[in-house]
Every structure is written in structure tokens, then in C-alpha cells.
């Protein structure tokens, strides 16, 4: 949509709906991590076979998008950095944005990592009129984290959605209530909730090109062109009706990290190697939550794009990366493969909990060495990059512990 300049004078009555959304959320964060790149279109993903998991707004004026093939990406903007995703650090952050969020009103329903709404109507009393609460929430992320967000202010989640899009990057919009229609009307129609590339077609068949253009069209006349729970659904967002509420989500459900190879793996040590890999990164991401997990699994997508999973349930709750990587291999070399070639390997836990609803007794003795030393190195990596510190673990030729490098050939280990 073309962006429409921000304001902040419309009149918000009736407006306690906000929506919330971070500016370039992943690039933005891997640019307060090196401020040399401010400026500088950012790619973040990687390798050839992989897509963008996001892109700075310089990046965007060549028309790179998030989710396009990385090779697609580089060939639009050569000149682009492409830094490797860092979703620890995203998350991590994400938190404090909720966290921020959740000072303003206990109503908040994230989407994601990077937005949220909020129904602000409790806290206008305490905080002041919904234009003046989206004010104190976008000064608070960029004094607190040094980020950007842009936020909608509108009296319907939809609306409000559609707001913060059309101010981004670093914008605020208000759409009164009384003039929800003449924000929303002029709108292309793929801008409503539900109308993906299958329900366009018969809309266009229909003359149908703006949100506008919907909504003068019969309601049984939807019925016979896109059936009868799109059309009832589609007249009511045309007509600036949403009747869904803002509501907290429930804890996760699970936690999963996957990596698509640049080549084809066919060692288990390679595998292996990525199961470690990603099995850190979920544990990491449980433990900033402070919750535990009782289910792990895998996901194996071979050369040929044929797909396998495995869970298994574990005997106790888990948080510490050992814990959910030895679930993890099991998994794999149950599988009994022979000769693989795998495209891309996937770790996640599942059926999580806070500590105080596991109800399980804990071995302390056995139990705080570990837990230490998982958060002791989520600390130093979230300082000092993914690859600052790891265990070490056992040379099988010599029975010498030693430490993984990365691909740089270094020791991360050893700082400086």
C-alpha cells in the first residue's frame, strides 16, 4: 500500500485498538548490533538455497522482500550485506518488546516476534486518550531499545492493522472511527483479510478492484462467487465491521528452529553437527522464556523435497541444550537412513510449561551445574554473537575434549 503520512491529530474516540509492528524487526536488530551498517541495505538470511528472512528498507528499494530465494535477493542488490539470522537475538529482544507493551495494558496479543495488538481501552484513564498511549509506547522502544516501531490507532483490529502498514517505517496513524470507510474504501481489495490469489480471481471476474468496489456488491452475489463463510466474512471487513477482540495469547505452543543446507549433508556427523546446532538455539529460546519442555522433535526434508518428522516424550522437563540435542539425534539415527541427502534438518520441543506447572521433582545436585552453565553461555552469546562460546566435547579418536569451530575456521572460545 503507498504510505500515507503520519499523524497523530486525528480524532481517536472509539479508538482503543493499536497495533503495534517493529520497522525491519531482524535487520534493524542486526544493525544495533553493528552500527557500521546504518545506511546500508541489509539482507538477513544466507546462503544459496535458503530465502530472506528479512531486509533493511534500503534493502527494499531494490526489491528485496522477506521469504524471496537469497538468490533472487542478491542478484536485485548486489551490494547488499547479508548477515546470518540470529533468532536468539530476536527473540530476546522480542521479549522486551512485549515486556514494554505489557507495562501499557495486560491486554496485548502478539502476532509474532515483532507486532502486537492491543486494547488500550483500560489504561486511557491511567495513561491518557489512545494517540497519546501509541506516542509513549513508540518513544519507550526507541529510548529503551534503540528500534523503531510504527503504530496503527484504530477502533477495529483490521483497521488498525491496515494503519500501521501504511505509516511504516517509524509512523503513527490514526483512523477515526467516522472515517474508517473513507480510509478503507479506496483500498486494493487484497488488502482484506481472507483474499489470497484463489479468492481474487472470481472477485476481478467480477469487476471487483478496491475494498470500495466490495462493498457494493450483493452479499448473495459473494455467496455464488467465493462461498458462503468468505462472503459474509468479506462484507463485514468491507463495511469497516471486525468483530474479533484483542486476545492474550495463551503460552506457546512450541519452539523450532530449521536450517536449509547450501549442499546436500550426506555424513550423519554432518547431521549431527546441525542438530547441535539448532538444539542450542531452541534451548536458548526456552530458557528466555522460563519454561521447560517435555516433548522434542526433528524434521529431515531431503534432496527430493520428500519430508519426515519424529517426536518423542520425554521422562522429565527439560531446558538445557544436552537434554533436547541427545532427544534429537536419537531421533535422527532411528531413522536408520542409509546414503542420505538432506536438504534441511529441524529441531523443536513441544508441550511446554512454566516450572510451577510441571509439578516435577527436581535433583537440584544434578540439575544447577547444567542449568548454570546453559544460561552462563546464553549470557556471554548474547554479548558476544552465536558463536562467542560453546561446550566442548569429546575428539572421538583421542577421548580429548575439544571445542567447535566456525566456519570462519576460529575458535570461538577464544575471545579477542
Same mark, same amino acid.
Given at each position: ?35 557500521? %551498517? ?13 530465502? @530472506? ?29 547479508? @548477515?546470518? &539470522? ?17 507495562? !501499557?495494558?495486560?491486554? !496485548? ?92 480471481? &472470481? ?7 478496491? @475494498? ?69 538455539? !531452541?534451548?536458548? *529460546? ?23 518428522? *519424529? !517426536? ?6 527439560? #531446558?538445557? #541444550? ?8 536419537? %531421533?535422527? #539415527?532411528?531413522?536408520? %537412513? ?28 544434578? %540439575?544447577?551445574?547444567?542449568? *548454570? ?9 548474547? *554479548? ?10 569429546? #575428539? ?21
Amino acid at each position: 500500500m503507498p504510505r500515507q503520512p503520519t499523524t497523530s491529530l486525528g480524532d481517536d474516540t472509539g479508538c482503543a485498538i493499536l497495533h503495534v509492528d517493529m520497522d525491519a524487526f531482524f535487520a534493524s536488530v542486526e544493525v544495533r548490533h553493528r552500527p557500521e %551498517l546504518r545506511g546500508r541495505p541489509v539482507i538477513v538470511g544466507g546462503g544459496t538455497r535458503a530465502v @530472506v528472512a528479512a531486509a533493511s528498507y534500503e534493502a527494499r528499494a531494490f526489491g528485496v522482500r522477506s521469504a524471496m530465494p537469497m538468490t533472487r535477493a542478491r542478484r536485485l542488490c548486489p551490494q547488499a550485506v547479508v @548477515v546470518p &539470522p540470529r533468532r536468539g537475538a530476536y527473540s530476546e529482544v522480542s521479549a522486551q518488546v512485549m515486556s514494554i507493551l505489557r507495562d !501499557v495494558t495486560p491486554s !496485548v496479543e502478539p502476532l509474532s516476534l515483532d507486532e502486537a495488538f492491543l486494547d488500550v481501552s483500560g489504561a486511557v484513564r491511567l495513561l491518557g486518550r489512545p494517540t497519546r498511549i501509541a506516542e509513549r509506547i513508540r518513544a519507550r522502544v526507541l529510548d529503551d531499545l534503540g528500534l523503531t516501531c510504527s503504530v496503527g490507532v484504530a477502533s477495529t483490529k483490521f483497521i488498525a492493522k491496515l494503519a500501521s502498514a501504511r505509516c511504516k517505517p517509524d509512523g503513527l496513524l490514526v483512523v477515526p472511527a467516522q472515517g474508517a470507510l473513507a480510509f478503507l474504501h479506496p483500498l486494493p481489495v487484497t488488502v482484506l483479510w481472507g483474499v489470497g490469489a484463489a479468492t481474487a480471481e &472470481p472477485l476481478r471476474r467480477l469487476g471487483v478492484r478496491t @475494498v470500495g468496489d466490495l462493498a457494493q456488491i450483493p452479499v448473495e452475489t459473494l455467496r455464488r462467487s467465493v462461498g458462503a463463510a468468505a462472503a459474509a466474512q468479506l462484507n463485514e471487513l468491507a463495511s469497516g465491521r471486525d468483530a474479533h477482540r484483542v486476545e492474550p495469547r495463551a503460552i506457546e505452543k512450541s519452539i523450532s528452529a530449521d536450517h536449509t543446507t547450501d549442499t546436500d549433508l550426506t555424513e550423519s556427523s554432518e547431521i549431527h553437527a546441525q542438530l547441535r546446532r539448532l538444539s542450542v538455539e !531452541v534451548g536458548r *529460546r526456552l530458557r528466555g522464556r522460563a519454561m521447560l519442555a517435555r516433548t522434542v522433535g526433528i524434521k529431515i526434508r531431503f534432496a527430493d523435497f520428500r519430508t519426515v518428522t *519424529r !517426536v518423542r516424550s520425554l521422562p522429565a522437563w527439560v #531446558d538445557s #541444550d544436552q537434554a533436547i540435542q541427545d532427544a534429537a539425534r536419537a %531421533l535422527y #539415527d532411528g531413522l536408520a %537412513l542409509d546414503r542420505p541427502r538432506v536438504r534441511l534438518v529441524g529441531v523443536k520441543v513441544e508441550s511446554l510449561r512454566v516450572p510451577a506447572e510441571t509439578a516435577t521433582q527436581l535433583s537440584f545436585d544434578d %540439575l544447577a551445574p547444567v542449568n *548454570r552453565a546453559d544460561r552462563a553461555i546464553d549470557d556471554v552469546r548474547a *554479548r558476544f554473537g552465536d558463536l562467542a562460546l560453546d561446550y566442548g566435547r569429546p #575428539d572421538r579418536a583421542g577421548g580429548q575434549a575439544r571445542s567447535p569451530r566456525s566456519a570462519h575456521g576460529r575458535d570461538p572460545n577464544v575471545f579477542g
